[in-house]
């Protein structure tokens, strides 16, 4: 008989070979701090004797393991239980999830909001509901927009990265190419590009790169299309102006139609949401799949990362992570590395895929936990190091850090 089952062995070799292989590394912590060990496939495992210091989590303000954050999520699971049950249409709809929920509406300036399971379940949700004939996304958006994309079954059409005037110039090349001639309106059953529906997408802070995208720009450029804009605030969510993300920098709430964001990086919990209208909301209650087809995000998560986003709007957390920002950049830059992006996070740019290995693997020798970040992930030829600093490092943590990238980068010459 023939096989028609999968050589899973021969494609695990074919990752080793090309370095891109990945193990899962256990961890006894997710703040600054934590012991590692070797992944031990189905044994338990053996974590070290001594504690690195962590600089490559989403946990900017280093909430995951704050008391206030960890004795709501006690109380949510002692007052409601450690799980919705079922999905929020049949019972697992509580009061914890419509306190987040209002939380998160007044942090992003919208009439209401929806939390998810996560913030891939968000994106390709959201977008797949929406079923828009075109998408606009940008070159970096992150793999859920992508997935959301293919759910969709839209045409989508990739924009250079932060790009608003290569946005506009793609827009216009629809509006006037083949699909606006007459023999395309005839062959889609007459109708045309006028008649599309079309969706701009982007992050905000683009989780590789550090980069922030010019929203209000986006904004111009989509409106002048009529199109509706979408921004992923995964990574800005708590980070910037009262609590919510560039969106609220920029003072944007009123022209982007869809603002989503995930509750497991600065909300120091796990899930997602969308925030924007009440009709929005309303559609997607009734027609994002992943919403539907769920089980409702555990309570001791929806009310762990309501207390985050309080105390993200409410105490220091934002101040102290930015001064972290700005001392890491600046210890960084003074020892003769490349440091780009403009957010938290810090990308060390060294070019060569070994080179970053090889740096990584250095920087913890000397108890720095920070990845290198190679091909496919980013473009060949642009590997680098993705430092994220907390808003809960010292300032003896950030000064080992940068004393190890300096020793770690002299070893392997890249300074």
């Known amino acids: 008989m023939r096989e028609r089952g999968f050589d899973l062995d021969a494609r695990l070799q074919n990752r080793r070979h090309r370095d891109l292989y ?6 006894d912590s997710v703040g600054p701090r934590a012991r590692f060990g070797p992944d031990p496939g189905a044994g338990l495992p053996v974590l ?4 690195d210091l962590v600089f490559a989590a989403n946990n900017y303000l280093g909430l995951a393991n704050d008391e206030r954050v960890v004795e709501a999520a006690q109380r949510a699971a002692d007052v409601v239980g450690t799980g919705a049950g079922a999905s929020r249409l049949v019972t697992g709809d509580t009061m914890v999830h419509r306190d987040l929920e209002a939380r998160i509406a007044d942090a992003k300036h919208a009439e209401r909001a929806l939390a998810f399971s996560s913030g891939y379940a968000a994106n390709v949700g959201t977008i797949a509901a929406l079923d828009p004939d075109v998408v606009f996304s940008d070159a970096l958006n992150h793999a859920s927009i992508v997935d959301g994309c293919r759910l969709a079954d839209a045409d989508v059409v990739v924009y250079d990265h932060c790009d608003p005037k290569d946005l506009r110039e793609r827009m216009d090349r629809r509006r006037s190419g083949p699909a606006a001639t007459d023999e395309a309106m005839m062959a889609n059953g007459g109708t045309s590009t006028e008649a599309e529906s079309w969706l701009v997408v982007t992050d905000s802070v683009f989780s590789m790169d550090g980069t922030i995208a010019p929203l209000e720009s986006l904004a111009d450029v989509a409106e002048s299309a009529g199109a509706w804009l979408m921004v992923d605030e995964a990574h800005a969510t708590g980070c910037f102006v009262d609590g919510g993300g560039i969106v609220q920098r920029d003072g944007l709430e009123d022209r982007v139609q869809i603002q989503l964001g995930t509750l497991s990086k600065a909300l120091a919990s796990q899930g997602g949401y969308i925030a924007g209208s009440n009709e929005l909301v309303e559609y997607l209650v009734n027609e994002a799949r992943s919403f539907v087809f769920s089980t409702g995000l555990a309570p001791s ?12 709007r409410t105490t220091d957390r934002r101040a102290r992570l930015w001064r972290n920002v700005d001392k890491l950049r600046e210890g960084l830059e003074d020892v003769g590395l490349e440091v780009a992006g403009e957010s938290q996070i810090l990308p060390v740019h060294v070019g060569d895929r070994a080179d970053a290995l090889a740096l990584s693997e250095a920087l913890r020798d000397r108890g720095i936990v920070a990845p290198a970040i190679r091909p496919p992930t980013v473009p060949a030829g642009t590997s680098r190091i993705r430092v994220a600093p907390m808003a809960t490092h010292s300032a003896p943590e950030l000064e080992a850090c940068v004393n190890a990238f300096a020793e770690a980068a002299e070893e392997i010459g890249v300074i």
């Open 22 to 27: 990945r193990n899962l590394q256990p961890a």
């Open 48 to 51: 070290d004797a001594e504690s």
């Open 301 to 312: 998560a929806a009310a762990a990362a309501g207390e985050a986003l309080h105390l993200a």
